[in-house]
C-alpha cells in the first residue's frame, strides 16, 4: 500500500492542487498530514481532493481549530489525532508529529516501522535503527523545492515526489 505524506501546506492553494494529483497519480490510498495547513479552508481542499482515509496531527500555524474540526466533521474519511499520532496501516506501525525532535526521539526508540514528522521545511529520510524517520518537505515552497512523501507499507521504502516535475 502507497501512502502520500505531506506536510506544510501554509496556504499554497495551487502547490496542494499538484501534491493532491501527485498522491493520487502515485496510487496513494491513505495521507498523512503532518501539520501547518494555516487557514481551515485549506483542510476543505485537501479532503476534497483525496478519497482515501487522511490522518491529521496539528502544527504551530493551523489558525482556527475550530473550524478546522468542524470541517473535518463534514468529511468522514479525515480524523484529527492532536498533536500525535501512532497508526497501524498496512501491517506497519507508524507514527506522526509536527517537530522533528520529538520524533526523532520516537524513530529512535526503535518501537515503530516508520516515523514523520515536518515543522522545518526540509526534505529528508533517515533510518535509526529498525525505524525509518522522513520529511516529506513543504508544500508551501518558500524554503526549498516543493514535494511530498510517498511511503510503501511493503518495502518500506520513502521517496520524495517533486511538485515541479
Known amino acids: 500500500m502507497k501512502i502520500a505524506v505531506l ?13 493532491l494529483r501527485r498522491a493520487n497519480g502515485a496510487g496513494a490510498e491513505v495521507m498523512l498530514f503532518l501539520g501547518d495547513f494555516c487557514a481551515p479552508f485549506t483542510l476543505a481542499q485537501m479532503a476534497e481532493g483525496f478519497s482515501g482515509p487522511i490522518h491529521v496531527v496539528f502544527g504551530n500555524n493551523d489558525g482556527d481549530l475550530f473550524l478546522i474540526s468542524r470541517i473535518a466533521s463534514q468529511h468522514s474519511h479525515v480524523t484529527l489525532h492532536g498533536q500525535y499520532a501512532e497508526l497501524e496501516i498496512g501491517g506497519r506501525k507508524l ?18 516501522d516508520a516515523v514523520f514528522s515536518g515543522h522545518d521545511h526540509k526534505r529528508y529520510v533517515h533510518q535509526l535503527g529498525r525505524t525509518l ?9 518558500r524554503f526549498g523545492k516543493p514535494s511530498i512523501g510517498l511511503y510503501d507499507t511493503v518495502s518500506g ?3 520524495h515526489v517533486d511538485l515541479a516535475a
Do not use: C, Q, T
Open 7 to 19: 506536510s506544510d501546506v501554509h496556504d499554497n492553494l495551487p502547490n496542494l492542487d499538484k501534491a
Open 95 to 112: 507514527a506522526m508529529n509536527h517537530y522533528p525532535e520529538i520524533a526523532k526521539r520516537v524513530a529512535e526508540s526503535g518501537v515503530m
Open 133 to 141: 524517520w522522513a520529511n516529506p518537505g513543504e508544500i508551501m515552497g
Open 157 to 159: 521504502e520513502f521517496s
